[in-house]
């Protein structure tokens, strides 16, 4: 069984940082590539940043430059520096894994944290 459970969500003034982190309980699993999302109220839960097994990451175009995602593959675990951050960016943060079902990791299963809340207040 896996199971995805973010940390580190709190409140922070705006300019402040944050680090999240998210652990993936997948001993006898691989854990492919691994992303954050963010869901703000009344709105559609968007992509934050997603990184690779490899290290290779991507970010959204409004957090360039602020957040960075990073990954220990030792561990399973996902984390997310924030930095410089914004009023609008209040927000439940998800973590997500993608697992391998195979060994050669041709299929992968799909896990979500249950979320973490980030308040910035102004």
């Known amino acids: 069984q896996v199971q995805v459970v973010e940390s580190g969500g709190g409140l922070v003034q705006a300019g402040g940082s944050l680090r999240l982190s998210c652990a993936a309980s997948?001993?006898?699993?691989?854990?492919?590539?691994m992303a954050w999302y963010r869901q703000a109220p009344g709105k559609q839960r968007e992509l934050v940043a997603t990184?690779?097994?490899?290290?290779?990451?991507n970010y959204a175009d409004s957090v360039k430059g602020r957040f960075t995602i990073s990954r220990d593959n030792a561990k399973n675990t996902v984390y997310l520096q924030m930095n410089s951050l914004r009023p609008e960016e209040t927000a439940v943060y998800y973590c997500?894994?993608?697992?391998?079902?195979?060994?050669?990791?041709?299929?992968?299963?799909?896990?979500w944290g249950q979320g973490t809340q980030v308040t910035v207040s102004s």
């Open positions: 997500n894994a993608r697992i391998c079902v195979n060994l050669v990791c041709t299929y992968t299963k799909e896990y």
């Open positions: 997948a001993s006898n699993y691989r854990v492919n590539n």
């Open positions: 990184i690779t097994r490899d290290g290779n990451s």
